[in-house]
Structures are given as C-alpha cells and as structure tokens.
C-alpha cells in the first residue's frame, strides 16, 4: 500500500487538540504521464503531482483551499458531500453557484467541517474537469471515532480513459464514429490512483482492526471490492454513520463512499488476494471488454505464498444494499410533506447520439448562474419560471420534508448526488405497478432508521425512494454522476431552497461576481439576465420524449 494512504489515527489526534483553520495552495494545472500504465497523455493535477495527495483534516477544522487556475479553461472545485451551509457559494458546480475560476485568476474556497465528520472527496466541478484528474479524497477525521479500531488505509477506486474527456466526447458525439470501436473507450480501472493490475499490496499486521475507507471516484464505472478470506463491517456509508452490518463485498457506485472495518488473522503463514471488479452497464459487455477484473495481494509476510480460497459459486455474496444498512443515530423515516416524482428519460436522436434528462427537460446551463438569480429576483425568486424550464427548477419551502421518487424505465444504471443535503433511501423496486407480476420480495424497504447518503443508486428498471429535509438554504444542484453521456448530457435538475431566507443570510463574495465580469457573464436578473419573466437570449428548452 502506498504510504500516503496510510494513516495512523494517533498522529492526528495528538495534532489536532483544537479546531484550527488548514491551509492549502492549490496550483491547478496540466500535468503529463500515463496512470493507466500505458497511454501517456494530458491531465489535470495540483502543484505538479497527479494523483493529487489526500486532504485530512479533524472535525471542526475549516479547510482554506487558496486555488491558483493555471488551466486554459475555467474551472471550479466542489467539496462532494459538504453540506456548504451558510456558504452556498463556495459549492463549486459552474452556472449554478458560480462562474468557474478564470484562466490565470485565484480563488479561495472555505469549507467548515463543523457538522460532519466521515470519509468525502474533492473534485473539479467546471468541463468535467474531475474525469482527467482533478479529484481527490478529503477525509474528516472524527474527534470521537465512531468504533475503536487500531489504523486506518485509504483506498480509491477510478476509472482512466484513454483521452482527455473533451476530446472523446466530441469524437463520440460525431455520429460517423458512433460504430468505431474507439468511440466506447472502455476505461482502465486505477486503485490508489495507477493501473490496478501494477498495485502495491495492501499491507496488513496480525491481529489488528483496520478501517478501510473506499472511495469511489469514478467517472462512470461501477466498482466492486473485496478481500479473500475476509469479511468486512460496513460502518459508513457517504459520512453518515451506520449500524454495523457484515458484508462479503462492497459494490459502489461513482461517487459514493464506505468505512469498513476488517479484522486481520492471526497468523502470518499466508497471503490473500484483494479483488478490484470494475464494470458499466453503460457500454456493450459482447467484446468481453467488461468487466474488468483486477487482482493484487493482501500482504502479511513478504514471502508468504497466497492462499487459494475458492469461490463459493452457489452463495450470492452479501454486499451493503441500501435497504439493509440503518443509520445508526437511529433517525427514524421522516413524514413526507411534498413528493415529486422524477422519471429518467432517454432519448436518442437520428444521429445515435443519446440525451437524458429528469422529469421535464434536458438540462442546460443559463446565462445567468442560478444562485445569482435566487439572490438577485427579490420576491420572483420562489416561481421557478425565473429560472427557465432548462433547469429543472424545484422551489422548496423552508423545513419542508420532500420525497424523491426516481423512476428509471432504461437499461442503464444511474448513481445521483444531492448537493447540500444527504437524504434517507426508504425504498426500492421494479418500476412499475405492483399487479405487474413482479414478486412482493422484489419490492424493498429499509428498515425503521433508514440509512442516509449523498449519493444513490438507482438501477436499471427500478424506482428508489429518497427523502430528506429542506433546511438548508440555497441553490443545489441534483444530477447523475455518470459524467460521459449522462450528466454530460442534461441529467439534473437544480432544487431553489428557501430563496426568501438565502437572500437575507447569504451575500455572494464580491471576488466571485467580478471572476464572472471578466468572462463576460452577468451577475443579475432571471435566467437569462433580463428582468422578470423575460427568457428572450436563452437557447430553447429540449423536451425530451423516450
């Protein structure tokens, strides 16, 4: 295992005695190399080095992020799963809390760290920027650990193309190579930041409890885990503390994070095989491309021989389905006050290229950002009208509790991430009535303290529902975290929280409103910068139909 993702929590605890402010600066700019061993090409990293090191910080620390654009492009960085309360605008996503740092220019992000505390990530949140490089862990180190244990490793999981992500959108996008095997790509699955299949081993002392926290920084793979001969505890699940439920495996989608707790053997006479699977339902599996499968050693002794353990073909493994983890604050279901139905279009044009979208439309991005419009429409700002059917806009009143209802009726998986908020997953299923056929057993609900995450899955040909409260003020953004071809292409919408209270407890830094003079973006006025309900200077809204 690679030193810097071993942490042993003592060090940080005799460090951090009291909150204090961390400081980093981030230079952000192109680096060369090849991480999937073989492909050298252009990334993004931070001062130089990709991947970028971890940030650890204890809770109550604020994490001062002075960034430095070196890019030719805008960019922006967004803290996944902080909940950015009273800060809306250090969120990061681009026309909808900001305008993206210019080429050249600096910027400082603040982020509190106050109410959480958990295992979370940053990541580049302007073109994408996350799938060439720009992302790395960011962990909140508890002052109370939820369980004892003795240390702790850091493992991510990604996926690498073979080209910059622009530069493969638009080949794919160009419909004469809809039928050239390059235009799918398939990824290379990186652990710990470099080809999966050339890994250090995961080092492991007998007798001992590690936490591992699993990160799943993915840009659309899904990444399964395990370890022979070991079983692990899920003891959390996106930040949110669990009840401790033993799995086999874990099976995470992009974005979403796991601490477990493995307990080692005590012996040193053996070795074991860790498994890193990493597979998409977004891509043809007939040419064997996918899954891909990738092996390295669970290392007690240097020269130990690895020990074979079969497979049990007859036992589905157990791995931490929503349903079956229960926070462990024991927050029960929350009564629902608004339930809005989403359902997952797909539509794909005479070009065979496919667009997606959440409910109404395909989104786009306005002329104006939208938390410029919340802060600058006055009374307006709570009719979504302000904010142009491109959005997908969602008034929420304050405290009230919503329910998501999230149909998917295609064949691909989704993983969506609520920014500002986690939320309760209550249930899951086959879309579709219950006299459809299906069996009750299919149909599946948690139990009575409903884990909470930011991010969900949500699988081909099933519904799940979410809930959570409206008590955070602001502008967020609710958008599949698949970026090629889904996210990419219009799945989100924006959730307008409490506009008539984020006026009056939030006020954008000035810092930020001339980053967007100077590329020409205006800072006022509906989504299209002009007063009232006047859209004239948007492009039309797309409608989309399956």
């Not at 970028?52 to 960034?67: E, K, R, S």
């Not at 962990?139 to 702790?152: A, G, L, M, R, T």
């Not at 057993?441 to 899955?457: A, E, N």
Request: charge should be negative; glycine fraction near 6%.
């Amino acid at each position: 295992m690679n030193v810097c993702f071993l942490f042993i929590f003592v060090i940080f605890r005799l460090k951090s005695c009291f909150a204090k402010r961390v400081e980093l600066d981030w230079n952000i700019e192109y680096v060369y190399g090849a991480r999937d061993g073989s492909n050298y090409r252009r990334s993004i990293g931070v001062n130089g080095a990709t991947p970028i090191p971890a940030v650890h910080v204890m809770q109550g620390d604020t994490l001062v992020l002075n960034v430095h654009n070196k890019l030719d492009v805008a960019t922006s960085l967004h803290p996944h799963g902080i909940y950015n309360n009273g800060t809306n605008y250090f969120d990061g996503p681009d026309m909808v809390t900001e305008c993206g740092i210019p080429p050249g220019e600096s910027f400082t992000y603040e982020i509190d760290t106050t109410a959480q505390s958990g295992t979370f990530w940053i990541h580049g949140h302007t073109r994408h920027a996350d799938v060439d490089g720009l992302r790395t862990p960011f962990i909140i180190h508890s002052n109370k650990p939820p369980v004892d244990y003795d240390e702790e490793l850091l493992i991510t999981l990604e996926d690498w193309f073979s080209q910059e992500f622009y530069v493969r959108m638009e080949y794919i996008d160009n419909h004469k190579n809809r039928d050239d095997k390059f235009s799918v790509n398939y990824a290379t699955g990186l652990f710990n930041g470099y080809n999966a299949n050339n890994t250090a081993p995961i080092k492991l002392c007998p007798g001992k409890r590690y936490r591992l926290r699993v990160i799943s920084m993915a840009a659309n793979n899904w990444s399964v885990f395990r370890i022979s001969g070991h079983k692990m505890i899920v003891i959390e699940a996106d930040g949110v503390r669990s009840m401790p439920l033993e799995v086999d495996e874990l099976n995470l989608g992009p974005g979403q994070r796991n601490s477990v707790i493995v307990t080692t053997l005590n012996s040193t006479d053996s070795n074991y095989v860790f498994e890193f699977i990493s597979t998409s339902s977004t891509v043809n599996l007939e040419e064997n491309e996918l899954p891909k499968s990738y092996k390295g050693v669970v290392e007690y002794k240097e020269d130990a021989p690895i020990k074979n353990i079969p497979e049990q073909s007859d036992k589905e493994p157990m791995w931490p389905d929503d349903m079956a983890l229960q926070a462990a604050d024991r927050q029960p279901w929350l009564p629902v006050d608004r339930s809005i139905n989403l359902t997952i279009t797909r539509y794909v044009d005479q070009f065979r290229v496919t667009f997606w979208s959440l409910g109404k439309t395909l989104y786009q991005p306005t002329i104006v950002p939208t938390l410029y419009t919340a802060m600058s429409m006055g009374k307006l700002a709570s009719n979504e009208s302000v904010y142009a059917p491109q959005t997908n806009a969602y008034v929420l009143r304050h405290l009230e509790v919503v329910e998501f209802v999230i149909y998917n009726p295609n064949r691909n998986d989704h993983t969506f991430h609520m920014h500002g908020h986690d939320f309760q997953v209550t249930e899951a299923g086959p879309c579709g009535n219950r006299s459809g056929g299906y069996p009750e057993v299919f149909y599946r609900k948690s139990g009575p303290w409903p884990i909470r995450r930011d991010t969900v899955q949500v699988r081909a040909f099933e519904y799940v529902r979410l809930r959570f409260r409206a008590d955070n003020p602001g502008v967020w953004r609710f958008h599949c975290h698949i970026a090629p071809g889904h996210d990419y292409n219009g799945l989100a919408v924006i959730l307008i929280e409490a506009p008539e209270l984020l006026q009056k407890q939030q006020r954008i830094p000035d810092q930020m409103k001339e980053m967007c003079k100077k590329q020409g973006i205006p800072t006022a006025g509906n989504a299209a910068g002009n007063p009232g309900f006047d859209l004239t200077g948007l492009p039309p809204a797309v409608y989309l139909s399956s």
